[in-house]
């Protein structure tokens, strides 16, 4: 088939964010990491509105957990997709932070080979922060 | 995302951009017709079986159920009658390129039997824009003649046409075009 014309349709969706993501974003801009405690004392990072174990409210405000954590499962992409988060070969890892008991997922830079489940990592951070989720730019090696 | 970069206030919204990039696959027929756009021709094919002329090309007739192709290309003519047209006011949306009030018409090629849309309408006050009115093409110089402006998939013609404007003859009386008013 020959190539022909092309032209790309954009959406430029402004989403709101609620209270709860809202607020994790926040963080996110002034360089923290927020989380919300369950009423069983658990923290969810990132926030949720409900406990997903029972469907509970949690607890009024957040919490505020450590900018390093560890690679609790992953998958490697090597050949990254425009839009990805890096332009080289990394990961896609569930990263549980120094905190926090659920984790959350980015990108991990670093080696094929140096990317394992236990990994510590810690956030590399975006210098121009607007309040999104790529304010992290990536997880590195600790 | 400027609304995102003020720096002590709650961030409250985010900007998600979802792109859907497309690469056209024109059919051999309408490429064809590009071409001869760049070429600086306007072609079509004309039915064996009712004679009717179709521009852009279909490669078919959808009356008699024939193939066509470039045995049965004609050349017509870059002159026009205008069948319908609409003034846009354009919405300032993102990426909209049009800041003032412009003219699309539907035109009736002198030489064929099916009319192209999204024509623009230059060099005439917009309420003087009328059914019936006849135009000629201000063709765009060859280097202007992108491949971008292809791929219209048989309703439009291609950027080889920049516009058109009024050719200064009499208008057409309405029988010639009232067949083809959309």
């Known amino acids: 088939m020959a190539a022909g014309p092309s032209w790309t349709l954009e959406f430029p969706y402004r989403r709101s964010?609620?209270?709860?993501?809202?607020?994790?974003?926040?963080?996110?801009?002034?360089?923290?990491?927020?989380?919300?405690?369950?009423?069983?004392?658990?923290?969810?990072?990132?926030?949720?509105?409900?406990?997903?174990?029972?469907?509970?409210?949690?607890q009024d405000g957040f919490v505020e957990v450590a900018e390093t954590g560890v690679v609790h499962n992953w998958a490697w992409v090597n050949e990254p997709l425009r839009k990805h988060p890096l332009d080289r070969p990394f990961a896609w890892a569930l990263v549980r932070l120094d905190?926090?008991?659920?984790?959350?997922?980015?990108?991990?830079?670093?080696?094929?080979?140096?990317?394992?489940?236990?990994?510590?990592?810690?956030?590399?951070?975006?210098e121009e922060r607007k309040g999104h989720i790529t304010d992290i730019e990536c997880f590195e090696a600790v | 995302m400027s609304e995102e970069t003020k720096t002590d206030e709650h961030v409250?919204?985010?900007s998600q951009m979802v792109n859907l990039d497309y690469?056209?696959?024109?059919?051999?027929?309408?490429?064809?017709?590009?071409?001869q756009m760049r070429e600086g021709r306007i072609v079509g094919h004309k039915c064996p079986s009712c004679g009717l002329v179709y521009v852009p090309p279909k490669g078919f007739c959808p009356r008699c159920s024939v193939i066509t192709n470039e045995d049965h290309e004609v050349e017509v003519k870059d002159t026009a009658t205008v069948t319908s047209f609409t003034v846009v006011t354009p919405i300032q949306y993102q990426g909209q390129k049009e800041r003032d009030e412009y003219v699309l018409a539907n035109l009736l090629l002198d030489g064929a039997d099916s009319s192209i849309g999204q024509q623009r309408i230059e060099g005439i006050p917009h309420d003087e824009v009328r059914m019936g009115m006849r135009v000629k093409a201000i063709w765009a110089t060859p280097d202007e003649r992108t491949e971008e402006g292809g791929g219209m998939r048989g309703w439009g013609l291609t950027s080889a046409v920049k516009h058109w404007e009024p050719s200064g003859e009499p208008d057409a009386p309405r029988e010639q075009y009232q067949e083809h008013v959309l």
Request: charged letters at 30%; a positive charge.
């Open chain 2, 23 to 35: 690469k056209i696959v024109t059919s051999p027929v309408h490429r064809h017709f590009d071409e």
């Open chain 1, 17 to 58: 964010l609620g209270p709860v993501v809202g607020e994790f974003f926040t963080g996110l801009r002034d360089g923290k990491v927020l989380g919300s405690r369950t009423k069983g004392g658990k923290v969810l990072v990132p926030p949720l509105e409900y406990d997903p174990e029972t469907g509970e409210a949690v």
């Open chain 2, 12 to 14: 409250a919204f985010m």
């Open chain 1, 99 to 126: 905190g926090a008991d659920s984790s959350l997922l980015h990108a991990v830079d670093a080696p094929r080979d140096k990317v394992e489940t236990g990994m510590r990592v810690k956030i590399r951070w975006r």
